[in-house]
């Protein structure tokens, strides 16, 4: 660019910080505006899955029917406590009407074009930059203890190995234990995808804080946008907890809060908190190597270089921090259902953290139709930490004017109105 141009990103997760570090490539002057600390919502205590594999939205034909049952059980892997609130009501009503075949399919594409650049992207960036977030090439391990359940899911990946070329091996019964030696006998079997990796998540965030300041990328903490003042077709201004501050340039990565901003943006940003939960340990003397889920609990575990984590399970709870003990209970113990070893007592963190859901389960990333200088770039959800890359450098190519990477219509506020 022939002059420097400044940029406001509001928020300091993954999705803001690998916009910060596109658009600092591409000559922007950034200064990246976090109302906590960095990375103290949903990027920190996720499992780090970087997941190719995760091309389908949850939303898919049968998923009402077969998850109704469970939906108002404490115990249940995905629980919507009974309470008055429209906004979770229309979003239930909008993701029902997803559950069909060709709404999943048409989801899947633009899932699977998010997901596969930014496997390429993470891969040159950690080769880049020395980049020391524990990552590690070991695939992803779908365990099944009904057999009736690992049979029904052979569609699904086979789905993916046609239609996408994910690869995915199947492992029958005690050959699951051959491949994964930690978990208990009597297993149905599992699918393992070899080309997932995982992560770190808050190491990544370290690193990526290094290399954005590095390239003299400016990083605030504990400022709280209160207010974005827009003039005409664009935004001048924000009025914020240390002030006001002016740009040319702002993208809203705000995750599940980002509905607030909505109005002054004329659109709708249907996102809904969906809270997970984590907790980590020390590493197991016979730890697991390979990152898996227990399907029928969709609880999952993550063998980190120097600790244990479990996490997973979803909670429409609305605007709660609130840690649950019996949602870690559970988390606890489908592991020790699952692994031969019992966890760790003691615990290192205890977690939970809300994941920014659309309920067509593709992001927004896109220009405010009433704000034509701020991009809204939120709604990754359950594939957040794998998705960010190629989020990150879509709002850069938007803001610059440059042609994109992959197709942005999927991911278009336009499909809200």
Known sequence: MSEPRAAIVIGGGLVGLWSTWYLLREGWNVTVLERQAIGSGASHGNCGYVCPSHVMPLSGPGVIRNTLPSLLKPSGALSIPLRFDPALWNWLFRFSRQCNAPRMAQAAIGRHALLSSSMSLYRDFVKAEAIECQW???GLLLVFRSSAHFDHYAATANRLRDEFGVRVTPYEREAVRDLEPTLRAGMAGGWHYPDDAHLRPDLLLGELRRVVEQRGGVIREH??????????????????????LAADLFVLATGAQTPRFAKSLGCRIPIQPGKGFSFTTARLANQPKIPMIFEEQHVAVTPLADAFRVGSTMQFTGYDRSLDRKRLGLLRRSAEQHLSEPLPTEVQENWSGWRPMVYDGLPCI???????NLIVAAGNGMIGLASSPATGKLVAEIASHHTPHLDPIPYSLARFR
């Open 136 to 138: 590690q090439d070991e």
């Open 223 to 244: 400022v709280d946008v209160q207010s974005i003042r827009r003039e005409g077709s664009r935004v001048v201004g924000l009025e914020t907890s240390a002030g006001s």
């Open 366 to 372: 896109d220009r405010a139709p009433a704000a034509s």
